[in-house]
């Protein structure tokens, strides 16, 4: 089906174990975004990508690993995961600058224990 | 820092009344957007606005973007409980350089039948 996936889409790990949570999009879009959502804080980036191989920090980076080795794929990795970590993650994409809306997956609703 | 401020939080009114959300900030943005968010979802794009001053209508939706276009509003006439959701303003504070968004808290609206 034509879009963005994610998934899983309900995780629950335990403190220190490493996570990976998947993205994909059919539409080619360059650019590509993980936010976590938190109550009271809205959506805060925590790393985008403007291509394949093309990555950069967002607003809260850190214990957060991302790749991009093919355009339709934005993993995004807990290396070593923290309660703290415990949110609702969603990707996004866009086509190329300029544009404005941003498309968005369905989340992965993550808890660390 | 929040960039993005959003009024009221929280919103919750009775079917056909009216109703104003707020969306301001300090910085000049370049583009601003409103998103609504359903539980479980992801955000989904309502409309976009780009000059000062600019007032666009969706049905029962009226956004404008302010003549500084450092804050927005958004009024929605004779709400209905299909109108229930997140609400969550977005701003490029970039100057179009990249495709990144600073987004509001947010204001959950709940329109009881």
């Known amino acids: 089906d034509a879009g963005i996936t994610q998934s899983p889409r309900y995780k629950i790990t335990e403190t220190g174990r490493q996570v990976t949570l998947m993205c994909h999009q059919t539409?080619?879009?360059?650019?590509m975004f993980w936010y976590r959502q938190d109550l009271g804080h809205g959506l805060r980036l925590i790393y985008y990508?403007?291509?394949?191989?093309?990555?950069d920090k967002g607003e809260v980076p850190d214990g957060y690993v991302v790749s991009r080795s093919k355009t339709e794929n934005f993993p995004l990795t807990l290396e070593s995961a923290t309660r703290s970590q415990t949110s609702v993650y969603f990707c996004?994409?866009?086509?190329?600058?300029?544009?404005?809306?941003?498309?968005f997956g369905p989340g992965t609703r993550l808890t660390v224990t | 820092t929040q960039l993005l401020e959003q009024s009221p939080q929280f919103l919750s009114i009775q079917e056909g009344e009216n109703l104003t959300v707020y969306c301001n900030s300090s910085?000049?943005?370049?583009?601003l957007q409103w998103y609504r968010q359903e539980p479980g979802e992801g955000p989904v794009l309502l409309v976009t606005?780009?000059?000062?001053?600019e007032v666009k209508k969706l049905k029962r939706l009226t956004f404008q973007f302010g003549d500084a276009r450092k804050d927005s509003s958004l009024h929605i006439t004779a709400a209905q409980p299909g109108d229930t959701g997140l609400y969550l303003c977005?701003?490029?504070?970039?100057?179009?350089?990249?495709?990144?968004?600073?987004f509001g808290t947010g204001t959950l609206l709940a329109v009881q039948p």
């Open positions: 996004a994409s866009s086509a190329t600058r300029p544009s404005y809306e941003q498309y």
């Open positions: 539409w080619s879009h360059s650019y």
């Open positions: 990508s403007a291509a394949a191989d093309i990555t």
């Open positions: 910085s000049v943005f370049s583009s």
């Open positions: 606005v780009v000059t000062g001053g």
């Open positions: 977005a701003g490029d504070n970039s100057g179009g350089a990249t495709n990144k968004l600073i």
